[in-house]
């Protein structure tokens, strides 16, 4: 296997264990209008852009980050796991602000389309005759 | 009147004593207070002393005007008392109400003959009728559509039954005389404007002339044989069941009879309007393309339990609550614990009288511990029933009839 094919096959490793594990949360296109994308990833431009471009998208496309919606701390579990799993370097003093951008940009966008999960319940014991 | 607020939308100075003594504290800068601001302190648990006569755990989702919702498990009654009776105001409620100097109007294109009736009048003129009518906000269920709907975000609580006293509509209209070119009746109320601006109405809705003159379409005064809430209309009302709850004016002052479909505020643009054809999630939809929303659709709520009730495994439980069709009656009621995947019918009361909801009852037992969700469908005589997921998108988030679910988790011992 040539050094090409397997860069592709590792590339493809990568993308489709992410997706693999991926929470259920549902994907959205009706993004929030963040302003103006990058042309060429596709990311929301902002200061710290660059830093997610050029830490994110070596091994993965932008679209991976851009089709997802996640909390802070469900950011935070992915790049923990591709650390574990998928040779991500440590982010260092880079982290928080990555986490930063991706909890302000892809966030959950906090209703579903169809129905809800119930939440908020106040469980109580009922006591039957 | 009890208002708190006078007639500019300021609080009273009485309320602010009331206010003042629950706080413990003076309120500092209480003159400059914003319209319709009320303190943290004063939130719910003193909900009476703002909204006199209303049960301390109803919902505010806005306090200028008001709009208050019930949590189910609170409309468990299959009549609806007072104080459990959702209040959805457009305006600011009249601030005094003289009882001897009351009258009700009725004018209009087409009306033979304009008449005035004082309440006495109206109460010894005309024979009385009782009837139990489910009164329903349009916008009851908003708050499940996406992208979301501007307005006040109901989720279950805009809905009753009570039973009205009053006189039939059809009775008085025909003492004035319906001339033969009448197709719409709407009304005029005492409420006043949230700018001030006395020349505007709030709102002033109504009904065909078909829908006015049915034996149920009432002049009111009673509910459940004592005065009305004045959050719900002291001391006159129209009433219309199974139809928009705006389409029910209170505080009525006048009625017309027009020659055309009525256009007063709230019956054109887009206000307790739908489109006319099913649109995508967040389509614009052309001002001609809207209709009035007219009988309501089929709908069920679970009152009983309330959600979350935690049963052991082998307990049977009980579930029951209310169902209503708008003009049309409920043919069966079924529920589900498995998300919708198999369904049992349950039982199924006839309504009191026609446009009053009907109750159900069912006992559901659990085959293992976890969570549940009880959901309840009913449907029409038609054959119309809930829809599991929200139905179809409209701009302004009406009708939104989706199947009401409650959370029970079944334990082990």
Not at chain 1, 26 to 55: C, R, W, Y
């Amino acid at each position: 296997m040539s050094s090409a094919m397997r860069k592709i096959g590792a590339f493809l490793f990568v993308v489709l264990a992410f997706l693999a594990c991926r929470t259920n949360q549902p994907i959205k296109n009706n993004t929030l209008d963040h302003g103006e994308k990058d042309a060429e990833s596709g990311l929301f431009l902002d200061n710290d852009m660059l830093l997610v471009k050029g830490q994110c998208t070596g091994c993965h496309s932008a679209k991976l980050i851009s089709m997802n919606r996640f909390t802070r701390e469900g950011w935070k579990e992915k790049i923990t796991w591709m650390q574990q799993t998928q040779n991500l370097w440590d982010l260092g003093e880079a982290e928080p602000a990555i986490l930063d951008y991706l909890a302000k940009y892809y966030a959950p966008e906090g209703k579903a389309s169809r129905r809800a999960n119930l939440e908020n319940i106040e469980w109580y014991p009922l006591n039957l005759p | 009147m009890n208002s708190i607020w006078n007639r500019r939308g300021f609080l009273k100075k009485t309320t602010l004593a009331t206010m003042a003594g629950v706080l413990g504290a003076n309120i500092v800068f209480a003159k400059r207070m914003p319209k319709g601001v009320i303190p943290v302190g004063l939130s719910k648990q003193n909900l009476e002393e703002i909204l006199p006569g209303k049960h301390p755990d109803l919902i505010i989702l806005n306090n200028k005007p008001w709009n208050v919702q019930v949590p189910p498990h609170l409309l468990d009654d299959a009549t609806t008392p007072g104080d459990k009776m959702f209040i959805r105001n457009n305006g600011i409620p009249p601030e005094e109400v003289n009882l001897d100097n009351w009258t009700l109007e009725i004018d209009g294109e087409s009306v033979m003959n304009s008449k005035s009736y004082s309440l006495k009048e109206l109460k010894t003129k005309f024979k009385q009728y009782s009837y139990h009518l489910t009164l329903e906000c349009g916008g009851n269920g908003r708050a499940g559509y996406n992208p979301p709907a501007s307005g006040n975000q109901w989720t279950e609580g805009a809905v009753s039954c009570g039973k009205w006293t009053g006189v039939r509509l059809k009775d008085v209209l025909q003492d004035a005389g319906i001339k033969a070119d009448a197709v719409y009746m709407g009304y005029h109320a005492a409420d006043n404007h949230l700018s001030g601006d006395e020349s505007k109405e709030p709102i002033s809705r109504g009904v065909p002339m078909a829908k006015a003159l049915e034996d149920e379409s009432l002049i009111a005064w009673a509910l459940n044989d004592s005065d009305i809430p004045l959050m719900n209309g002291y001391p006159l009302r129209l009433v219309f069941g199974g139809w928009p709850a705006s389409a029910s004016g209170k505080w009525l002052e006048r009625i017309s009879i027009r020659n055309k479909e009525h256009d007063g505020a709230k019956m054109t643009g887009t206000s307790y309007r739908v489109p006319k054809y099913p649109v995508a999630p967040g389509q614009k939809v052309p001002l001609e393309d809207f209709k009035i929303i007219e009988s309501m659709p089929v709908k069920s709520l679970i009152t009983q339990p309330k959600t979350g009730a935690m049963i052991r495994k082998g307990e049977i439980l009980n579930i029951g609550g209310h169902a209503w069709a708008g003009d049309l009656e409920v043919k069966n009621v079924s529920y589900s614990i498995d998300f919708g995947a198999t369904w049992q019918n349950c039982e199924l009361e006839a309504p009191v009288n026609r446009l009053a909801w009907q109750q159900w009852h069912a006992e559901v037992s659990f085959a293992k511990e976890g969570y549940y969700e009880v959901w309840a469908k009913a449907t029409d005589i038609n054959g119309t029933a809930q829809p599991m997921v929200i139905p179809g998108w409209n701009p302004k988030g009406y009708l939104n009839n989706s199947c009401h679910r409650i959370a029970v988790k079944i334990t082990d011992s």
